[in-house]
């Protein structure tokens, strides 16, 4: 018997019969499941070219003309992997066995193009819940950089089109789904790292040594934030107002089990941009004291292997 496919909030995608229309063919509206078994179904459609088969967004469009300023709400990221980037960590079974190991649900198919040489391919992520159009794009850079850096950053919005799945003559068709958890949009957005960007005043990357100076020296690297140290929730350089004001955002919504997790991951993936390694004990301390100041809910929580658990997540 097949283990039930996690189900999440309504996912919609918008179809398209080619990619010169901007006008929406129809609105696909459904639960995880239900997409996962609609793709399934195209999968097995056969196709000469891939022009001959129809376009999706992940997203709905107001007035139902394709464009990134009528985005409504995405449920589901798509990233586009074509072994352009980071060629050596983009393959089929690797993306795969990242999602299988973490226990995450996903949805993998290959496009018209794949090859064993070169693999091309698609993967599907849903999400917890429903996200406008700049927070799909943060989820989508935290996926990229959790898969390794090899999706196709152009099309990072959630108006990109893609084609369906289907079965082409003399090209293998595979159809991966893996079965886990559905994080949120924002879990996702955790993990994409910071941006570097130029010095404004210099042109040069801040950091980067001056060279031109004769006589001067590197400056040391800056380790403030390696031995950092805080006596609370609030003084800690890891925790910002809006990650408190997330999680009570989730506990209004009742759902706490949530937004602790997503606060460890927020707290996690801060502390590591920032050059400090959080151990599980610190974390859950964290977290613990996020609990006590909104009501103390979770007293014998074990929250230090929660903790180990968003470490982990966000290390990978």
């Not at 189900?7 to 129809?26: E, H, K, M, W, Y």
């Not at 850079?141 to 099309?155: E, I, Q, R």
């Not at 089109?161 to 991966?176: E, M, Q």
């Not at 937004?259 to 390694?277: E, K, P």
């Amino acid at each position: 018997m097949e283990a039930a496919i996690p189900s999440a909030p309504l996912i919609s995608i918008t179809l398209f019969g080619c990619v010169r229309d901007n006008r929406a063919d129809q609105v696909f509206r459904g639960a995880w499941a239900d997409l996962v078994e609609a793709f399934k179904e195209e999968a097995s459609v056969p196709y000469e070219h891939k022009e001959d088969a129809p376009l999706f967004t992940s997203c709905e469009f107001a007035h139902g003309r394709r464009a990134k300023k009528n985005v409504m709400h995405s449920g589901m990221a798509v990233l586009d992997i074509d072994g352009t980037r980071n060629s050596q960590m983009a393959s089929l079974d690797q993306a795969a066995l990242t999602l299988t190991q973490n226990a995450l649900a996903g949805l993998l198919y290959t496009t018209a193009s794949h090859t064993p040489e070169q693999n091309r391919f698609r993967v599907l992520i849903p999400f917890e819940e429903a996200v406008n159009g700049p927070e799909y794009t943060a989820a989508f850079h935290g996926l990229d950089h959790f898969f390794g850096g090899v999706a196709d950053t152009s099309k990072q919005g959630s108006e990109s089109l893609f084609y369906l799945p289907g079965a082409y003559k003399a090209v293998r068709n595979d159809f991966i789904v893996t079965e886990g958890a559905i994080r949120s949009a924002a879990e996702w957005a955790a993990l994409a790292p910071a941006p570097i960007s130029p010095s404004r005043s210099s042109g040069r990357v801040p950091g980067a040594v001056d060279r031109s100076r004769s006589g001067s020296r590197p400056l040391a690297p800056r380790r403030a934030l390696r031995r950092a140290r805080w006596s609370s929730l609030f003084d800690c350089p890891f925790v910002t107002s809006k990650m408190i004001n997330d999680y009570r955002t989730c506990a209004r919504a009742d759902n706490w089990h949530v937004g602790m997790y997503a606060f460890m991951c927020s707290v996690a993936a801060l502390a590591n941009r920032s050059g400090h390694q959080l151990t599980a004990e610190e974390l859950a301390d964290l977290a613990r004291r996020l609990d006590e100041h909104d009501g103390g809910y979770y007293p014998n929580r074990d929250l230090q292997r929660e903790a180990q658990n968003a470490l982990s997540f966000v290390a990978h």
